[in-house]
């Protein structure tokens, strides 16, 4: 599976933006984002079941973050709102085909496939 994301760049805080990953195609396995800020370890944003059409997100997300996925495309979205400084990282797309995700302590480590990242930075 190949993965381009897109839609990174600068907002103020409080903005939103919306981060397309456009695949070749997409598996039953999960679907996630994740995102590394400089000088810490990447983080699970979200994952997607997409047999069950399950999400977890993570504690932080705090509802202002929305996953959803146009199986037509072959593209999922994270769109991001009332964001703050604190979200300022790398945003990353995964998937595996064998891959289910129980509850928001996904892990990076058990995705094969990703993308090569979007920078998303916070800042007035």
């Known amino acids: 599976v190949q993965l381009v994301e897109s839609g990174g760049g600068l907002v103020q805080p409080g903005g939103s933006l919306r981060l397309p990953c456009a695949a070749n195609k997409f598996t039953r396995g999960a679907i996630a984002w994740f995102r590394q800020a400089p000088g810490k370890e990447r983080e699970g944003v979200v994952c997607l079941n997409p047999s069950e059409r399950t999400t977890h997100y993570a504690d932080f997300v705090g509802g202002r973050f929305t996953f959803s996925r146009d199986v037509a495309k072959n593209t999922v979205f994270l769109q991001m709102n009332s964001l703050k400084p604190e979200d300022t990282a790398a945003y990353s797309c995964?998937?595996?085909?064998?891959?289910?995700?129980?509850?928001?302590?996904?892990?990076?480590?058990?995705?094969?496939?990703w993308g090569q990242g979007t920078q998303v930075t916070v800042s007035s």
């Open positions: 995964a998937s595996d085909f064998a891959l289910y995700c129980a509850d928001s302590r996904f892990s990076a480590s058990d995705f094969r496939s």
